[in-house]
T-cell receptor
Framework: DGGITQSPKYLFRKEGQNVTLSCEQN?????MYWYRQDPGQGLRLIYYSQIVNDFQKGDIAEGYSVSREKKESFPLTVTSAQKNPTAFYLC????????????FGQGTRLTVV | QKEVEQNSGPLSVPEGAIASLNCTYSDRGSQSFFWYRQYSGKSPELIMF????GDKEDGRFTAQLNKASQYVSLLIRDSQPSDSATYLC???????????????FGKGTKLSVIP
């Protein structure tokens, strides 16, 4: 089955630690995105990538880093510099960047303890 | 600032009625528009997309786009309790760089369909 897989579904992190969220897609999509969602809020764009080895900052990139070494993979690292990392993280992909619909993975819920 | 605006709701409609959800956007360069449905604790799922002015129908859903007014809406006919969810409007807004677009979401409208 084609789709977007995020792992893990739930993640707990101690303050001061870096943590990496996984996102893999087998849809052969060029573009991939990371969003953050806080309770009662919409989705805010962290980073996006339109092609392998290239990515752009979104609206809230501070405290996050990404890489796009393979078309299928777009991992997100939440660093210790992110002041309030507890949130629901969503990865998405689209066939081409721009005017095509994006499809989402099931999300990772990160909690800082 | 490039924005997508939605009424947060909640919007309550009786079962069988028409639910009307609205969205405005700030960047006239936007070219594609999407409606997603999100159940509590789940990821968004695509319902409709629309690129051209006018109406687009898919089953009980109709998306309406008016680029001159920078307005996009979603109508849900014969609303069912299973339609109760948060509806997110998303717009592809031109970003820095030629041909670069940022998929930007509104905060969503919570819909409750009352049996």
């Amino acid at each position: 089955d084609g789709g977007i897989t995020q792992s893990p579904k739930y993640l707990f992190r101690k303050e001061g630690q870096n943590v990496t969220l996984s996102c893999e897609q087998n849809l052969n999509h060029d573009a991939m995105y990371w969003y953050r969602q806080d309770p009662g809020q919409g989705l805010r764009l962290i980073y996006y990538s339109q092609i392998v080895n290239d990515f752009q900052k979104g609206d809230i990139a501070e405290g996050y880093s990404v890489s796009r070494e393979k078309k299928e993979s777009f991992p997100l690292t939440v660093t210790s510099a992110q002041k309030n990392p507890t949130a629901f993280y969503l990865c998405a992909s689209s066939i081409v960047p721009g005017n095509t619909e994006a499809f989402f993975g099931q999300g990772t819920r990160l909690t800082v303890v | 600032q490039k924005e997508v605006e939605q009424n947060s709701g909640p919007l309550s409609v009786p079962e069988g009625a028409i639910a009307s959800l609205n969205c405005t956007y700030s960047d006239r360069g936007s070219q594609s528009f999407f409606w997603y449905r999100q159940y509590s604790g789940k990821s968004p799922e695509l319902i409709m997309f629309i690129y051209s002015n006018g109406d687009k129908e898919d089953g009980r859903f109709t998306a309406q786009l008016n680029k001159a007014s920078q307005y996009v809406s979603l109508l849900i006919r014969d609303s069912q309790p299973s339609d109760s969810a948060t509806y997110l409007c998303a717009v592809n807004i031109p970003h820095s760089g030629a041909g670069s677009y940022q998929l930007t979401f509104g905060k969503g409208t919570k819909l409750s369909v009352i049996p």
